[in-house]
């Protein structure tokens, strides 16, 4: 298995993911968490490494906010619609964009960040835990993460509830599920990547889940009429107990000792 680069796939991307409700309730949820638990401590001008950072969300709202972003990516043009997005935002100085795999930024001389983000990107990854490694090198001491990842426990949840028995364990993870929608190739367990965190010598002081309610509901079309609501009751309750740990996404705030 590859690192997946979504070359060729970045309008669909922007379209299937980013255009619709779970796209607009994912990115309610990651910029509460950010601008609730870590905005508030960044010192202006914070330099941020956007690892994997596609089309640039969370870090456009960043760089809005007066701080300097350096993205990467493994996806050319995925990069090109993220500069397009950040020269017309007038932003486009706030950043540095950067091709090639989270693994190989010790080529490119960086150094150390305070602020990291890596949202959407360890389920497509052929050695996740190897990409975390990585990330803590480059993560100054004091420094925060802000990372997102496929929840397996939420993806095997909505196959339950779906009455997808047939897409469960190993089945969740083959190719034509993949084909047929873009679904990450490799789900993580919160336990594991909690593990992995740990075995780093990082520590996670926060945790929700991302599309708690979302995915779940009976009528669907509520996920658009009641988009409004429904994202102020996913905010309210996705670092309940019991319910983050179901989202179809987990964000972990991890912190490096000082």
């Known amino acids: 298995m590859k690192d997946t680069s979504f070359n060729g796939r970045s309008a669909k991307f922007a379209s299937n993911i980013y255009g619709t409700s779970k796209g607009k309730v994912r990115e309610a949820v990651l910029w509460h968490q ?4 870590l ?21 456009m709202r960043l760089a809005a906010e007066g701080h300097d972003i350096v993205l990467t990516d493994l996806s050319e043009e995925m990069l090109a619609a993220a500069k397009e997005r950040a020269q017309a935002l007038g932003l486009a100085q706030r950043f540095r964009f950067l091709p090639g795999p ?49 929840n397996y426990q939420g993806a095997e949840l909505h196959n339950l509830v779906a009455g997808n028995f047939d897409n469960l ?9 993949r084909r047929v929608r873009m679904v990450p190739q490799n789900p993580l367990r919160n336990e594991e990547v909690a593990g992995w965190l740990t075995a780093l010598g990082l520590t996670i002081e926060h945790q929700c889940g991302v599309r708690v309610i979302h995915d779940y509901l009976r009528d669907k079309s509520q996920q658009n009429t009641q988009l409004d609501r429904l994202i102020e009751l996913e905010l309210s309750y996705c670092d309940r107990p019991l319910y983050r740990d179901i989202g179809r996404y987990t ?8």
Do not use: Y
């Open 34 to 37: 950010i601008s609730t638990h």
């Open 39 to 59: 905005l508030p401590t960044m010192a202006p001008s914070t330099r941020v490494l956007d690892a994997g950072g596609g089309q640039g969300q969370m870090a």
């Open 102 to 150: 989270i693994q190989s930024l010790d080529a490119h001389k960086l150094g150390q960040f305070e602020v990291m983000l890596c949202h959407a990107v360890l389920e497509w990854c052929a050695n996740p835990r190897e990409v975390l490694a990585a990330l803590a090198d480059h993560l100054s001491p004091g420094g925060a993460l802000s990372l997102a990842f496929f």
């Open 169 to 177: 364990g190993a089945a969740m993870t083959q190719s034509k599920t």
């Open 251 to 258: 964000h972990f705030l991890v912190r490096k000792p000082g």
